[in-house]
T-cell receptor, first 114, second 110 residues
Framework: NAGVTQTPKFQVLKTGQSMTLQCAQD?????MYWYRQDPGMGLRLIYY???????DKGEVPNGYNVSRLNKREFSLRLESAAPSQTSVYFC?????????????FGPGTRLLVL | EDQVTQSPEALRLQEGESSSLNCSYT??????LFWYRQDPGKGPEFLFT?????EEKEKERLKATLTKKESFLHITAPKPEDSATYLC???????????WGAGTKLIIKP
């Protein structure tokens, strides 16, 4: 049981380049999330998917697109990278048991846009 | 507007020196308050969920408490391995998205 996995671990892009960040979970969770984490700020939600086939915008969706490929996989795409998108990106999935909801995070992708 | 503020930004303690971290929040109808631990270069790791004022939860040297305006993470006799950034997040009843604080970086010196 690997939990939440993310690839790549680290990436350097030039302004205007595109890339896709991959995320997969093997816990059979319905909900999946993409966050970005910047120094001195809390995690900010980019997009989320409540279930397979659905996606919704979070707090900071501009410049990103997502695909919920199946129940396991949720990818984040940067179509034209900008220096402001330099950040650490975390994928998470959620399990809900009764009233209890817990988010499990992947190890992160560190992205540098030059 | 839902908001979470954590203090202090950083806290340095000697091994064995107990202290508390604070998480102040404003939210329209609290559904849950979450504490996570984050080690350098890793993703956040779940610690606790608190749902109502007066609730307390413990795990080893950590104890989380909740009031209507804030939560405290008490650390008793900490060890160097407790060094990490501790994150707090709240979930409102109207919007299930988590609102995160910026975290408190805790350093325990041996």
């Amino acid at each position: 049981n690997a939990g939440v996995t993310q690839t790549p671990k680290f990436q350097v892009l030039k302004t205007g380049q595109s890339m896709t960040l991959q995320c997969a979970q093997d816990m059979n969770h319905n909900s999946m999330y993409w966050y970005r984490q910047d120094p001195g700020m809390g995690l900010r939600l980019i997009y989320y998917s409540a279930s397979e086939g659905t996606t919704d915008k979070g707090e900071v969706p501009n410049g990103y697109n997502v695909s919920r490929l199946n129940k396991r996989e949720f990818s984040l795409r940067l179509e034209s990278a900008a220096p402001s998108q330099t950040s650490v990106y975390f994928c998470a999935s959620t399990v809900t048991r009764g009233d209890q909801e817990t988010q499990y995070f992947g190890p992160g992708t560190r992205l540098l846009v030059l | 507007e839902d908001q979470v503020t954590q203090s202090p930004e950083a806290l340095r303690l000697q091994e064995g020196e107990s202290s508390s971290l604070n998480c102040s929040y404003t939210v329209s109808g609290l559904r849950g308050l979450f504490w996570y631990r984050q080690d350098p270069g890793k993703g956040p790791e779940f610690l606790f969920t608190l749902y109502s004022a007066g609730e307390e939860k413990e795990k080893e040297r950590l104890k989380a408490t909740l009031t209507k305006k804030e939560s405290f993470l008490h650390i008793t006799a900490p060890k160097p391995e407790d060094s990490a950034t501790y994150l707090c997040a709240v979930q409102s009843g109207s919007n299930y998205q988590l609102i995160w604080g910026a975290g408190t970086k805790l350093i325990i010196k041996p």
